[in-house]
Each structure stands twice: as structure tokens, then as C-alpha cells.
């Protein structure tokens, strides 16, 4: 089953909240037309294409490329030693909001 279909397939068994939005003439022509190539309605493309713009910007802040000199670099601090704080040592030894024994 391609994605359209299965997108199309849920859109139409679950309805949800209802949002709009004001484009030109010019911008709405051209959204229709892409939506005809792909055989389906403006709506149907409108939702599958910001769905699929917003899941990249959520993933672009799950996930980053470093180069190879940042990668080594990026595992040496993983690896080193946990620096002492003392008044994170401090915060950590006294009874939290939730303890028993406060």
C-alpha cells in the first residue's frame, strides 16, 4: 500500500480537529494542481505534505551529523570521568519533594 493511500485510508477513518488556512489565488491553483497530479483532494495533500515538513523539522532536532574529528570528540567526552560538583553533590544528599523521610 503506497503512503498516499494509507495516508488518505487514515484520514478517512479518523476525523480530528479542524484547522484552516488563507493562501492567494496564485498559491491555491498551484496546490490544487500538484493535488491532481497525485490524484487526491487539496485537503488530503495540504496534511500529507506539512505532516511530512514537520516530522523532518521534529527529526532535525532529534538528530545531528558531526564530522569525523567532532565524532572522536563527541565519544571522548562521553567517555571521560564525571566532573565532581560540589553543589550538585550538595543537592543530590538532601531529601527531594517526593521522599519519605523529608
Do not use: N
Request: with cysteine; aromatic share 4%.
Amino acid at each position: 500500500m503506497s503512503k498516499a493511500i494509507a495516508t488518505r485510508e487514515s484520514s478517512l477513518t479518523q476525523k480530528g480537529s479542524r484547522f484552516s488556512i488563507r493562501a492567494s489565488m496564485i498559491q491555491k491553483k498551484i496546490i490544487a494542481q500538484a493535488a491532481r497530479i497525485r490524484d487526491v483532494t487539496i485537503s488530503e495533500f495540504v496534511l500529507e505534505q506539512s505532516l511530512s515538513a514537520a516530522q523532518q523539522v521534529v527529526a532535525d532536532q532529534a538528530q545531528f551529523t558531526l564530522s569525523g574529528k567532532q565524532w572522536r570528540e563527541f565519544c571522548d567526552a562521553l567517555d571521560s570521568r564525571p566532573k565532581s560538583v560540589r553543589a550538585l553533590r550538595k543537592l543530590m544528599t538532601k531529601p527531594g519533594l517526593l521522599d519519605a523521610d523529608r
